[in-house]
C-alpha cells in the first residue's frame, strides 16, 4: 500500500489559471513533507518543503500542512507552461537514522497555452 | 548547488548478466540513496547508506546489490539482470537528518532484453 497518495493523477490547467495538487501521508509518524518538480527526461528536484501546519508561500507557489490530517496541498498560480512537469510528495521522519523519503506516484501537470 | 553525476547514462544489458550502476557526489553528503522510476509507481527506493562502508536495504532490495567504497562514490549492482529491472534508476545524495534535501543525479535508463 502506498504510503504517499497523492491526487489527482493529472492535472491540465489553462495558462495564467490556477494548479492544485493534494498528497497524503498514512504513516502517522511523518514530520516532513516536500514537493519536488521533475522535467520530462531530467531528475527530480526539490521546490518546496515544510515542516510546520500552516502555510508558505514562495513568489508563484504556496504549500499548506495540515499535520493532524498529515495532508499537505501544492498551489501554483498564473500557471505558465514551464510548469508543466511531474510533481512528487514526499515525507520524511524526524528520527535518527531515518533518513528516508517515500514518495508519492505523483501528479503530471500539463500547462495549455 | 550539490552535483550527483551518474553513469552509464544509457545501459543494453541482456539478461542474466551482470549490470552496474556509479554513482559519485562532490559534496562531502554522508547519506546517498539509489531509487528506480517506473510509470505508475512513482520513486522506490532500493538501497541507501550512511557513509563508506554501510549500505542499507530499502523497500525493494530483491534483485539488488549495493556498495560504498567511499564517501564520494555508491554503486548499484544486479547480479543477474532481469527484463523486470528495466527502468530508469537516480542515484541521490544529502546530509542526515529527515529535514534535509535530497540531491538527485541525471539517471541512468536502464533497458534489459
Known amino acids: 500500500q502506498q504510503k504517499v497518495q497523492q491526487s489527482p493523477e493529472s492535472l491540465i490547467v489553462p495558462e495564467g489559471g490556477m494548479a492544485s495538487l493534494n498528497c497524503t501521508s498514512s504513516?502517522?509518524?511523518?514530520?516532513y513533507f516536500w514537493w519536488y518538480r521533475q522535467h520530462s527526461g531530467k531528475s527530480p528536484k526539490m521546490l518546496m518543503s515544510i515542516f510546520s501546519n500552516g502555510e508558505k508561500e514562495e513568489g508563484r507557489f504556496t504549500v499548506h500542512l495540515n499535520k493532524a490530517s498529515l495532508h499537505t496541498s501544492l498551489h501554483i498560480r498564473d500557471s505558465q507552461p514551464s510548469d508543466s512537469a511531474l510533481y512528487l510528495c514526499a515525507a520524511s521522519r524526524n528520527t535518527e537514522g531515518a533518513d528516508r523519503l517515500t514518495f508519492g506516484k505523483g501528479t503530471q501537470l500539463i500547462i495549455q497555452p | 548547488e550539490a552535483a550527483v553525476t551518474q553513469s552509464p547514462r544509457n545501459k543494453v544489458a541482456v539478461t542474466g548478466g551482470k549490470v552496474t550502476l556509479s554513482c559519485n557526489q562532490t559534496?562531502?553528503?554522508?547519506?546517498m540513496y539509489w531509487y528506480r522510476q517506473d510509470t505508475g509507481h512513482g520513486l522506490r527506493l532500493i538501497h541507501y547508506?550512511?557513509?563508506?562502508?554501510?549500505?542499507e536495504k530499502g523497500d525493494i532490495p530483491d534483485g539488488y546489490k549495493a556498495s560504498r567504497p567511499s564517501q564520494e562514490n555508491f554503486s548499484l549492482i544486479l547480479e543477474l539482470a532481469t527484463p523486470s529491472q528495466t527502468s530508469v534508476y537516480f542515484c541521490?545524495?544529502?546530509?542526515?537528518?529527515?529535514?534535509?534535501?535530497?540531491?538527485f543525479g541525471p539517471g541512468t535508463r536502464l533497458t534489459v532484453l
Open positions: 504513516d502517522r509518524n511523518v514530520d
Open positions: 547508506s550512511y557513509g563508506a562502508g554501510s549500505t
Open positions: 559534496n562531502n553528503h554522508n547519506n
Open positions: 541521490a545524495s544529502g546530509d542526515p537528518g529527515g529535514a534535509l534535501e535530497q540531491y
